[in-house]
């Protein structure tokens, strides 16, 4: 039995001595971590036909303790979710932008803090949409993003792995722009969990953001449409790695129900990767990578088991007639990432569970920084350091085609 996990909400001092750092004859590469572009960026990335229309930072008072987003006639208190690193009970969820931990929008700072937490190399996540009322807008804030990505990933190409965002409110335009990210240096695209089923962006605001990781569960085009082979196959043509993220179903605000809603966030996964196995995707596209970043891991082999055991039992008289059962595609195409999860370590070996990858999530609410490798040795308890090293390098370096 694993004993209790250290304390993250220590975010300072020295590594207690009670425990014992492993050491690591490999350097690890954080399969999922995130950007967070500064207050500036939608004026210097955005199209000048969108100029003066990106959100703007008013600043708060003491006696309000944040700042302010002004955005399409909106103020809301600045979010601080995914841009500090306290955690615990020293988190705050709103705050101003000295809060903004540096090593979000400035390469330097970065890769200092990754120097501190022991990490070589980051794949990097984050931005993405304006919660916008404007379909274009909408599209141009996407282009933005990775534009601005790509230009901080330059800094330290070798360290700084780029995922640019992309709609997939049209495949054609998806397409294009993945390719463009390609050209851009980028290593892969996230994806919304499921397609956007029409243009447009669903009112704006909060709503708008979560098409772009969600899409539409409901809508009558899936990703295993053929439809969609276009876009998969330039995906396996320009060797980019296809992500989700937290998309199935995200953690929605309001603090009743949020540990919940982020208990499903990552259970829920499972669906557009079954989507994906069933729809006989991987069987026209056997060299596409698929991955669910941020899902945790051990729901992953039990997964595998439980599809290639309805597959036998249902696939007659449904008439589907994979070319391999369910499991084999787990192992071949689908890979996933965790922040914490001992018990997705433990499953390593089983049909399923083998695509797995180190995170630390920073900056997020859940990052184990700066004190990851504390908790690795935790999570990690009794697994020798040769069967780290897939999990903590080799297999994120192969998922984004590093080597």
């Not at 274009?136 to 534009?147: G, H, K, P, T």
């Not at 980019?240 to 996964?269: D, E, Q, W, Y």
Request: proline share 7%; net charge negative.
């Amino acid at each position: 039995m694993l004993g209790e996990m250290p304390e993250a909400h220590e975010v300072s001092g020295e590594i207690p001595e009670r425990m014992t750092m492993a050491e690591l004859n490999f350097v690890p590469f954080d399969a999922d971590a995130h950007v967070n572009p500064p207050p500036t960026f939608w004026d210097d990335y955005l199209p000048s036909a969108f100029a003066g229309r990106g959100p703007q930072i008013e600043a708060g008072t003491s006696a309000e303790g944040h700042d302010w987003v002004v955005f399409e006639g909106v103020r809301k208190p600045l979010n601080l979710l995914s841009s500090v690193v306290a955690q615990g009970r020293n988190f705050r969820p709103v705050g101003s932008r000295d809060d903004i931990q540096a090593g979000s929008w400035a390469p330097e700072a970065r890769l200092t803090d990754m120097d501190k937490d022991g990490v070589g190399a980051a794949a990097l996540f984050g931005g993405g949409p304006l919660g916008t009322r404007d379909n274009d807008l909408f599209i141009a804030s996407f282009e933005a993003y990775n534009r601005w990505l790509a230009d901080f990933c330059a800094h330290a190409p070798d360290r700084l792995v780029g995922v640019a965002y992309l709609p997939m409110q049209d495949i054609d335009q998806s397409v294009r722009m993945l390719k463009d990210a390609a050209g851009r240096g980028m290593r892969g695209v996230n994806i919304p969990a499921f397609p956007q089923s029409s243009k447009g962006t669903d009112g704006g605001g909060f709503a708008a953001q979560v098409l772009a990781l969600t899409g539409d569960p409901d809508g009558p085009l899936q990703y295993d449409d053929l439809a969609f082979d276009p876009f998969w196959k330039a995906c396996v043509d320009h060797d980019m790695a296809i992500t989700i993220h937290l998309g199935a179903r995200i953690a929605r605000p309001g603090m009743n129900r949020f540990l919940p809603n982020l208990v499903m966030s990552k259970v829920c996964m499972a669906e557009p990767i079954a989507n994906m196995i069933f729809g006989g995707v991987f069987d026209r596209f056997p060299a596409l990578r698929f991955g669910a970043i941020e899902s945790g891991v051990g729901w992953m082999a039990w997964m595998a088991e439980y599809m290639d055991s309805i597959y036998d039992n249902q696939r007659h008289w449904l008439q589907l007639d994979l070319k391999h059962r369910p499991s084999h595609y787990m192992d071949q195409n689908i890979f996933a990432s965790f922040i914490r999860d001992p018990v997705g370590i433990r499953n390593r070996d089983l049909p399923g569970g083998r695509n797995i990858m180190w995170s630390t999530d920073y900056p997020h609410s859940e990052t184990t920084w700066p004190r990851s490798r504390e908790v690795m040795d935790w999570q990690f308890d009794g697994v020798p350091i040769a069967e780290r090293k897939p999990i903590m390098r080799d297999t994120a370096r192969r998922f984004f085609d590093l080597d």
